[in-house]
């Protein structure tokens, strides 16, 4: 399974923009999609997570409220929308696709199989 984020840029504090993240290969094989993200001199950081078929959906708690995530079955691609950015945003954002039988610990880095080569998003303020 390879992964294509896409979206990044520079951006203004306040305003909304959208990722992308275009799945291609066996995705009949992944249960769900997630997006990290990376921050300068932090962890990678679990943002969200969504299933493939019925699109159900878990966020990390500082995501909730202004990320959301979703997918097109369709598309077999994964978006994330983020609202009202703030500075502290700025971060690689990666997606990421796990394997059947890996429900568990989403946020968790290690529970995703498959990396998107990650896009840069810039907020200023």
């Known amino acids: 399974v390879q992964l294509q984020a896409s979206g990044g840029g520079l951006v203004q504090a306040g305003t909304s923009h959208r990722l992308s993240c275009l799945a291609s290969g066996p995705t009949f094989s992944t249960a769900g999609a997630a997006w990290f993200r990376q921050r300068p001199g932090t962890e990678r950081e679990f943002i969200a997570d969504v299933l493939w078929d019925n699109g159900g959906t878990y966020y990390a708690k500082f995501a909730k409220g202004r990320f959301t995530i979703s997918r097109d079955y369709d598309k077999d691609t994964v978006y994330l929308q983020m609202n009202n950015l703030k500075p502290e945003d700025t971060a690689v954002y990666y997606c990421?696709?796990?394997?059947?039988?890996?429900?568990?610990?989403?946020?968790?880095?290690?529970?995703?199989?498959?990396w998107g080569q990650g896009t840069q998003v810039t907020v200023s303020s």
């Open positions: 990421a696709a796990r394997k059947f039988g890996t429900n568990v610990l989403l946020q968790a880095a290690q529970t995703y199989a498959y």
